[in-house]
């Protein structure tokens, strides 16, 4: 059986083809995860195999879930010791979303506790690592579903985004991650974060695959009174459509970033410019604004919303948080406390509007904006600890896209000197995940990504 | 980084951790004293920025009036047994709490 | 000459009866159930569940606005306000901050008027059952959707709390939007007190610099005895020259006495902010409008029209409206009355007095058809088959024995006949008309 490396796309193919049955493909992906993940940690959780098969646009497709989608009478932690033995009696849209279209939960996967950091070092059950070096962090907060796209312990994998969580750990791991706009994929049954800033969304490693699963999990859901009710787009088909684009660059995106990132992103800037798109330059807002932005309100959902975990009718009781979930919740009270709000959070709303508006603005001049998705590659694991306000600061390039609420994709654009992975970041407008997708789809048929995710899994051959 | 150092006292974390419903111990209490005034100085860069008659923003979907119509069926009902199955202290369908004055 | 001067604000909760809960589908009809089945992920407040707004529960919010007088904020949100208890599921409670959905109303009673600060929605807690030595929670009253009324601190006795009160459990009876039962717990009241020792007689005195809140209340005699013992509480305190603590005070009906349950130090920080699930809520003037159209015709309305187009007396009037049903039940029967013309006009000038009288006086059961009133009514109002042998027989006993009043009669004093009229009734033993009884006396006095 040549398995190894084929994206969903092409298994689907493969077991419509019958050169094996949906069974074997689950057994192919269980027995990687039984031989790899005391080496990454990546899954928490395992699900049951099911006998039966699949019908729909994923049918028999095993996929990852990041532990923070209920999966009712699969246990659902967060990676936290609060829910260590919690079995949600639900599941979410997501979730429904994925068994509907056919698609086999192989298991839950690890992450950042309360998807609180940029590492998976939070976790109350160990850190995950970076299958390119696993004295590396493998990012965060979705670091489990990266590490294990990265290992190719499974085809696809569902993250969820605050800010970064997504994009960070996906370019860490040199693979796929795409964060939909909000609104865009239904948040009912995801342990809430940032409730206004929180959006699941897929690992992958293809563009196509990517598209493929924003097709079965996003629209609208009459259980989240946030989801919007904009048509779904045929993102599989409109992002095969020959495009030329504007392509808008700031500078303010540009700064404080490693050299080894800069230059792999200036020579896809090139690639894109060799392929007829137009290079724009644009001015934004400084994302340490929205560093600002994304901090406060954050942090006041957060301790808003951890406020339910009181052991009662679920899990372990308050004495059970750990070290960061702590800090930001007490955090989020002051800053909602009486007499500090309107400088803090009323502030951090208004700035919020200012960003929006400058990315609208931007949006009538060019089609997407791209970036580095990080200033630098994957850090060592240690590092985070250390500075507790170092996550924000590493997110920097994603809050921007965060706090407004506009999509980004992270796309692998090579590998840096210490052969870890660069990654690349596509901003979109509101709702059109279908041109940041095309541009990828672009670039990955140009390049292969220079191999990054071929690399990432050759080296877990067995 | 700012220039200004906010200062937070022993009370005023002892205060937040009441606030929160969360017991800290005196290592803790030093620890965020620092931290927190850390990520507050951070944030004090937004005073850069004019924000005079700038709306907020709560929300950004642009969406209003979303409800659901009064009798619809639901479909998410709980048994009791299912209610309490994930608490570790219950009774006959209840769950059950240190006695509240 | 200086007086004490009671300073009282409320603050009334209202259950409302709508099918579902306030942000999920479960039912709302909690009363009595066993404990815990009428819970799903939302109103158990398990991660990751949403809360959706229930569209009825805002539309009767804002009715029961505009029933008191309030403005309709055309823009509003729903906050979330933070404390713990067992019985707050999620920690907050999705209520409204700083735009509620209406505000700035007023309700006269009488010849006073009692301003509304504001009429706001949120959600109702799960239930706690105390126990020996450990507390019981049930979340099938969690999330049901209650409207909190906040009036002005315009009442300054509580012989007025009790009218305001009674006369708004009226109103919202009217809605039909909550059983307003205060045994079951769907309305709750808590008066918040404060009092002026020496009150110069100004009319808009400064407020005390202080109030004491009395919860845990479910009647409204024990609210005026609450307020009655908070008053002489806190002038007790007062004439010592002391301020009486900010605190709020639960109530124990038993020994009729108020007792402190949570002093202002560990008054709470709510830290309130709009609720990032629910998108806000924007009326055009044409969708308001829209609401207003189930607003039905309030008493103080209806007490109004029926002095003006019926006639009733004042408080006729007042009783016959102070339950919607009977004041329905009252004009269909006037109506029905339409059908049984020819009758005489003043007759039917008299008619709807007739038929308050026989509703007030339970002297028709108004659990029959009109028709069945009317035909009941008719035959109370029809004259009465007299027996003409015996009433002559009377009459002269009657005549005869009264000489005074037949003289005074015939001198011109006309009472005398109502004198005479009456003994010759409680001769008859009632069984006379009273017309025919007056007719015939005049017939032989004046021979
Ligand atoms: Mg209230
Ligand atoms: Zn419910």
Redesign the interface.
């Known amino acids: 059986m040549d398995i190894l490396g084929k994206s969903a796309v092409e298994l689907l193919e493969s077991l419509k083809k019958k050169e094996f049955s949906e069974k074997e493909l689950f057994a192919y992906f269980h027995k990687r995860i039984e031989r790899y993940n005391s080496k990454f940690n990546a899954f928490l959780t395992l699900a049951e195999s099911t006998d039966e098969n699949h019908e729909g646009p994923l049918g028999g497709i095993p996929f990852a879930m990041k532990d923070n989608f209920c999966t009712k009478g699969v246990r659902t932690t967060a990676s936290s010791k609060v829910l260590e033995?919690?079995?949600p009696?639900?599941d979410s849209t997501v979730t429904i979303r994925m068994n509907q279209s056919g698609a086999v939960l192989q298991g839950k996967t690890n992450m950042d506790a309360w998807a609180h950091g940029s590492s998976t070092e939070t976790s109350d059950f160990g850190p995950s690592k970076n299958p390119w070096n696993t004295d590396r962090a493998p990012g965060g907060s979705s670091g489990g579903s990266a590490a294990a796209i990265s290992a190719y312990l499974s085809p696809i994998a569902i993250g969820s985004e605050t800010a970064g969580s997504i994009r960070q750990p996906a370019a860490w791991c040199g693979v796929v991650g795409l964060k939909p706009t909000?609104?865009r994929v239904p948040r009912y049954g995801v342990v809430a974060m940032g409730s206004?800033l929180d959006c699941p969304g897929p690992m992958t490693i293809t563009a196509e695959d990517a598209a493929l699963v924003l097709e079965v999990i996003a629209g609208n859901d009459?259980?989240d009174?946030?989801s919007?009710?904009v048509p779904v787009g045929s993102y599989r088909k409109e992002m095969k459509k020959k495009r030329k684009m504007t392509i808008g660059i700031a500078d303010e995106y540009m700064e404080n970033i490693s050299d080894d990132v800069k230059k792999r992103v200036d020579e896809a800037i090139e690639i894109f410019k060799k392929q007829g798109h137009t290079i724009k330059k644009v001015k934004l807002?400084s994302p340490?604004?929205a560093?600002?932005?994304y901090?406060?309100i954050q942090?006041a959902e957060v301790?808003s919303n951890l406020?339910r975990y009181?052991?009662?009718?679920?899990?372990?009781d308050?004495?059970h948080?750990g070290?960061e979930a702590?800090?930001r919740?007490?955090?989020g009270?002051?800053t909602l406390?009486y007499g500090y709000y309107d400088a803090?959070y009323?502030?951090?709303?208004?700035?919020?509007?200012?960003i929006?508006e400058d990315f609208k603005r931007v949006f009538n001049e060019v089609d997407v904006i791209v970036s580095p998705t990080t200033p630098v590659t994957a850090l060592k694991l240690g590092e985070f600890e250390k500075y507790?306000?170092f996550g924000e600061v590493m997110d920097i390039l994603n809050e921007g896209a965060a706090v407004?609420?506009i999509p980004a994709i992270n796309i692998p654009c090579g590998l840096d000197s210490q052969k870890l992975p660069v990654g690349l970041q596509i901003m979109g407008n509101y709702f059109d995940e279908s041109t940041i997708l095309n541009l990828a789809y672009q670039f990955e048929k140009e390049t292969n990504y220079f191999d990054v995710i071929k690399k990432g899994f050759e080296r877990y051959k067995e | 980084m700012s220039s200004t150092h906010t200062k937070l006292s022993k009370s005023d974390?002892l205060h937040?951790?009441k606030?929160?419903?969360?017991?800290?111990s005196d290592a803790?209490i030093s620890k965020?004293e620092s931290?927190?005034a850390?990520?507050?100085d951070?944030?004090?860069?937004?005073?850069?920025?004019d924000?005079k008659g700038?709306?907020?923003?709560?929300?950004?979907?642009d969406?209003?009036?979303?409800?659901?119509?009064?009798?619809?069926?639901?479909?998410?009902?709980?048994?009791?047994e299912?209610?309490?199955?994930?608490?570790?202290?219950k009774?006959?369908?209840?769950?059950?709490?240190?006695?509240?004055m | 000459m200086k007086q004490q001067y009671p300073v009282i604000g409320l603050e009334i909760h209202v259950e409302l009866k709508?099918?579902?809960k306030m942000f999920?589908?479960?039912?709302a009809d909690y009363f009595g159930k066993?404990?815990?089945?009428?819970?799903?992920?939302?109103c158990?407040g398990m991660p990751g569940a949403l809360p959706?707004?229930?569209?009825?529960?805002?539309e009767w919010a804002i009715l029961i606005g505009k029933a008191l007088g309030c403005t309709i904020n055309k823009i509003s949100?729903f906050d979330r306000k933070?404390y713990?208890y067992?019985d707050l599921p999620k920690?907050y409670q999705i209520s409204q901050y700083d735009e509620p959905f209406c505000v700035n109303g007023a309700v006269a009673i009488k010849e006073k008027t009692f301003r509304i600060h504001r009429v706001h929605l949120e959600e109702d807690t799960g239930k706690?059952?105390?126990?020996?030595?450990?507390?019981?929670?049930?979340?099938n009253r969690s999330s049901v959707p209650l409207v909190e009324i906040v009036t002005e601190p315009d009442f300054h006795n509580s012989d007025d709390v009790r009218a305001f009160l009674e006369e708004l459990q009226v109103i919202i009876r009217y809605l039909n939007v909550s059983d307003a039962d205060m045994e079951k717990g769907s309305m709750r009241l808590e008066p918040n007190i404060s009092l002026i020792l020496n009150h110069d007689g100004s009319p808009d005195p400064e407020l005390p610099k202080y109030k004491v809140e009395v919860k845990n209340i479910n009647s409204f005699r024990y609210v005026k005895d609450a307020i009655e013992y908070e008053l002489k509480r806190q002038a007790e305190i007062l004439e010592t020259g002391e301020l009486p603590p900010q605190e709020t005070r639960g109530y124990n009906e038993t020994k009729g006495i108020t007792y402190s349950q949570r002093s202002k130090e560990d008054a709470h920080?709510y830290?309130y902010?709009?609720e990032?699930d629910?998108?806000?809520?924007?009326?055009t003037e044409k969708q308001l409008e829209q609401i207003f159209e189930s607003l039905p015709e309030l008493p103080g309305e209806k007490i109004i029209r029926y002095k003006t187009q019926y006639k009733l007396r004042p408080q006729d009037a007042f009783i016959i409206t102070r339950n919607r049903t009977t004041a329905d039940y009252f004009e269909h029967v006037v109506h029905e009355f339409e059908k049984h013309r020819p009758v005489s006009n003043h007759e039917v000038e008299d008619i709807p007095q007739k038929v308050a009288n026989y509703i007030i006086n339970k002297k028709i059961p108004v659990d029959v058809s009109a028709e069945e009133f009317v035909r009941q009514a008719l035959e109370l109002m029809a004259p009465k088959q007299t027996d003409t042998k015996l009433l002559d027989e009377m009459i002269a006993k009657v005549v005869g024995a009264n000489p005074k009043a037949v003289e005074d009669y015939n001198k011109g004093k006309q009472n005398s006949i109502m004198f005479l009229m009456g003994q010759v009734m409680k001769e008859m033993k009632g069984k006379a008309d009273a017309q025919t009884v007056k007719n015939e006396l005049i017939k032989i006095l004046s021979k």
Not at chain 1, 346 to 354: E, G, M, Y
Not at chain 2, 19 to 24: K, Y
Not at chain 2, 82 to 89: F, G, P, Y
């Open positions: 033995h919690f079995i009696p639900y909000y609104g206004s009459s259980y009174a946030t919007s009710p807002i340490k604004y560093i600002s932005v901090t406060i942090r301790s406020a009181d052991g009662i009718r679920y899990g372990n308050r004495t948080f070290q702590k800090r919740i007490m955090l009270a002051y406390s803090f009323k502030k951090a709303q208004q700035v919020r509007t200012l929006i507790p306000f407004s609420g | 974390i937040l951790a606030l929160a419903n969360l017991s800290i803790e965020y931290q927190l850390e990520t507050i951070y944030v004090e860069n937004m005073k850069e920025l924000t700038v709306a907020v923003t709560s929300q950004t979907t969406l209003t009036n979303i409800f659901f119509d009064d009798g619809l069926v639901n479909n998410r009902a709980l048994t009791s299912e209610a309490v199955a994930n608490s570790k202290t009774q006959n369908g209840y769950f059950k709490v240190k006695k509240i | 709508t099918d579902s999920c589908q479960c039912s066993k404990p815990n089945t009428h819970v799903c992920p939302v158990l959706v707004p229930n569209r009825q529960a805002i949100k933070h713990f067992p920690g706690l059952i105390h126990g020996e030595n450990k507390t019981l929670v049930d979340f920080d830290r902010f709009p990032p629910i998108p806000p809520i924007v009326f």
